[in-house]
């Protein structure tokens, strides 16, 4: 196992005419209680008993007849596919090639995903492909018409599981180099930088620019609330050119809908690479589990010309699903059941601790890009409909470093550019599930782990919190973070 030392140097956050001020003047007392803070989703929060089911409660402000629906939806993410042809028609159809078997083995108890443990093959984390693009690719890409260039052989995605008599693509295997991080008061951070590799190829050699993206699925909570946030309060705060000199440079990311066959304004996933929970939801049925859905009718997922074993194994189109895997009925429902899932009420919201971590969290910069609060549109289900709702994201892409990067294009990302995670939820993440790890990939630990991996546009604000702040400040940053 390698080592290597990771130097970090203290940079105070640049002065800025917009976003924010420098860390050295006085900024506003954020120390204070805000109103509405311990309610993240609005008057739709839940408030029920904190539990291993936290994130899998439904909004609030649901009629009993959408509760009702809600639960249907539920069934159908947990439902478990099966291999065609079988006696279940509704359920049949998995892969040929796939990650998982059903919605919640990824989404554990609809919160994130892992990395695997030991010696498994994972099934909540993923390795997206691609290969250079070609000039006039690259321009559908920035223009939002293509997602990516996926490798001819292996497609977009790696599956790593397949239905009988058809070859898995390959096999998924991890090994971690150690960085350590030394902070003020004497203290040090190990982190762990994994490095993947792929085994086992199904299908013969992959192409020798092969790109490589690994993803571990994130949360489901309120993700309706995100969707119903009007696109104009998030462009507002796109600076792609930093014409602020803030040192912060969203941009907002542009992708094709299918669902709405137009351009929109990415939201959701690791790049802001789907526009709707729609998008989301039916790429994730047909890409993963090998569902043809209404969005990506083909029943054969991500097998590409080169994969015959899979394109010839039998699919469960049925006249009864409209002659697809999944019927529009099935997918309406877990639509609305992702829409409407619920986020939990803070416990400690006015809490002393949890106020001076807050605003030590503003003190180091971190709120220009993990934007605290929004107003949902008007325009929306009525259960969603005008909240005021605390999700701690920008939904903008941004530069995270080296250290984070990878060398995959996603439309108009790049490989060192992420869309700023909603942190609502941070604090339930281990009791959601234990084994979830922090990041895109999972690899953090710790969320002072994920802190110390930002880099790029998020470098000062890292160094402010492992360089400027005292051990007791760093401590009530993360006692804050937890607490949301």
Request: proline residues 7%.
């Amino acid at each position: 196992m390698g080592r290597a030392s990771l130097a970090l140097l203290c940079i105070a956050v640049q002065p800025s005419s917009g976003r924010a001020a420098p860390v050295d003047a006085p900024l506003p007392d954020h120390s204070l209680y805000q109103q509405g803070e311990e309610m993240p989703g609005g008057t739709a929060s839940h408030q029920n008993a904190l539990s291993r089911d936290s994130f899998s409660h439904p909004v609030t402000t649901l009629t009993l007849a959408q509760r009702l629906d809600f639960r249907l939806g539920d069934a159908l993410f947990r439902k478990l596919w099966v291999a065609a042809p079988s006696s279940t028609t509704a359920s049949d159809g998995l892969g040929p090639l796939f990650n998982a078997r059903f919605c919640q083995s990824c989404h554990v108890r609809d919160g994130r995903g892992h990395p695997p443990v030991a010696n498994e093959q994972p099934t909540a984390l993923f390795l997206r492909l691609s290969i250079p693009p070609a000039r006039p690719q690259q321009q559908q890409m920035y223009s939002g018409h293509l997602a990516s260039v996926p490798d001819p052989v292996y497609g977009s995605q790696l599956q790593n599981f397949s239905v009988q008599n058809v070859p898995a693509e390959g096999k998924v295997r991890i090994q971690h180099e150690e960085i350590t991080v030394t902070m003020t008061g004497n203290e040090q951070g190990v982190l762990l930088k994994p490095v993947y590799h792929i085994d086992a190829l199904g299908y013969g050699p992959m192409h020798p620019q092969l790109r490589l993206s690994p993803r571990v699925a994130p949360p489901m909570l309120g993700l309706g609330l995100l969707e119903a946030i009007p696109a104009e309060q998030i462009l507002a705060r796109e600076d792609p050119e930093d014409s602020n000199n803030d040192g912060i440079s969203g941009r907002a990311q542009w992708v094709w809908s299918s669902a709405e066959q137009r351009l929109m304004l990415g939201r959701f996933g690791w790049k802001a690479g789907n526009a709707t929970l729609a998008d989301q939801n039916n790429s994730a049925l047909a890409n993963d589990i090998g569902i043809g859905n209404p969005l990506f009718p083909s029943a054969y997922g991500d097998c590409t010309v080169a994969q015959q074993a899979c394109l010839t194994a039998h699919n469960g189109n049925t006249p009864a699903q409209e002659n697809l895997e999944a019927a529009s009925t099935m997918t309406d429902l877990l639509l609305f059941y992702a829409r409407h899932l619920g986020v939990p009420a803070r416990q400690d919201a006015r809490d002393e601790e949890v106020l001076a971590g807050k605003q030590q969290f503003h003190q180091a910069g971190c709120a220009q890009c993990h934007t605290p609060t929004y107003t949902t549109s008007t325009d929306t289900t009525p259960a969603l409909a005008q909240q005021t709702i605390w999700p701690y994201s920008d939904l903008l892409l941004h530069d995270m470093g080296p250290g984070l990067a990878d060398e995959h294009q996603e439309y108009r990302a790049a490989g060192h550019e992420w869309r700023t995670a909603p942190l609502w939820g941070l604090g339930h993440t281990r009791r959601i599930n234990p084994k979830a790890g922090y990041l895109h990939d999972g690899r953090a630990r710790t969320v002072l782990e994920a802190i110390l991996w930002h880099g790029g546009e998020a470098e000062a604000a890292r160094n402010h919190v492992a360089q400027r702040m005292t051990p007791t400040q760093r401590q009530q940053l993360l006692t804050f973070l937890e607490s949301l």
